[in-house]
């Protein structure tokens, strides 16, 4: 019996660690370009570079920044 609530735990905990997992977003602006995005992976600094400071919890909240930051307009 032990055994079997161990077991289902287990595979309850490894199946909503993704759950868990926050998503970030960057503005970035493109090197070549200079046209400002939001990208969902950390810019490396070379291709896209970091418009911003921050990081942000959704895509809207960067969509905001990105509408505000100078580097972007």
């Known amino acids: 019996m032990i055994r079997k609530v161990l077991a289902a735990a287990a595979?309850?905990?490894?199946?909503?660690?993704?759950?868990?997992?926050?998503?970030?977003?960057?503005?970035?602006?493109?090197?070549?370009t200079k046209k400002c995005s939001v990208v969902s992976t950390k810019p490396d600094g070379k291709k896209l570079t970091d418009a911003g400071t921050k990081t942000y919890?959704?895509?809207?909240?960067?969509?905001?920044?990105?509408?505000?930051?100078?580097?972007?307009?």
């Open 11 to 32: 595979v309850v905990t490894l199946v909503s660690i993704p759950a868990f997992a926050a998503t970030q977003y960057w503005v970035a602006k493109d090197a070549t």
């Open 57 to 73: 919890d959704s895509q809207a909240n960067a969509e905001k920044a990105l509408k505000l930051l100078k580097d972007c307009k």
